[in-house]
């Protein structure tokens, strides 16, 4: 998937600072590229907690860490996908984002 981003004008970025923490992917257009960007957290779930609780924390922590920050302001749609890991069972969430014209993120209804 990586690859292919790369290979269609994208840039990866892994483990990078980011407003207050280090995201684990980002992918992020080049310029003339695209709008859109992604921003992937993954999580390794080792106690009682489910999986989908764990993956919905990711998602939170994207939004209280900033992860967003430094976006090219190109960038109009943005999707945050969490992923919980435990054993071999894996848990997947995302949602897409729009950039209003006051630099805000809103959460699309699609």
């Known amino acids: ?5 790369r290979d269609r004008g994208y ?3 892994s ?10 992917v980002k992918i992020v257009p080049k310029s003339g590229v695209g709008e859109m960007a992604i921003i992937i957290e993954f999580k390794i779930v080792r ?5 989908t609780e764990a993956v919905h924390e990711v998602l939170c922590q994207i939004e ?3 992860y967003r920050a430094g976006l090219q302001d190109e960038v109009k749609r943005l ?3 969490g992923i919980a890991f435990k054993g071999k069972e ?21």
């Open 1 to 5: 998937m990586f690859v292919v981003a």
């Open 11 to 13: 840039i990866v970025h």
């Open 15 to 24: 483990n990078h600072e980011a407003g207050v923490g280090r995201y684990d």
């Open 47 to 51: 106690n009682n907690k489910s999986l």
């Open 64 to 66: 209280e860490k900033q």
């Open 79 to 81: 999707l945050e996908i």
């Open 90 to 110: 894996a848990c997947v969430v995302g949602h897409l984002l729009n950039r209003t014209e006051n630099r805000e993120w809103i959460k699309s209804l699609q």
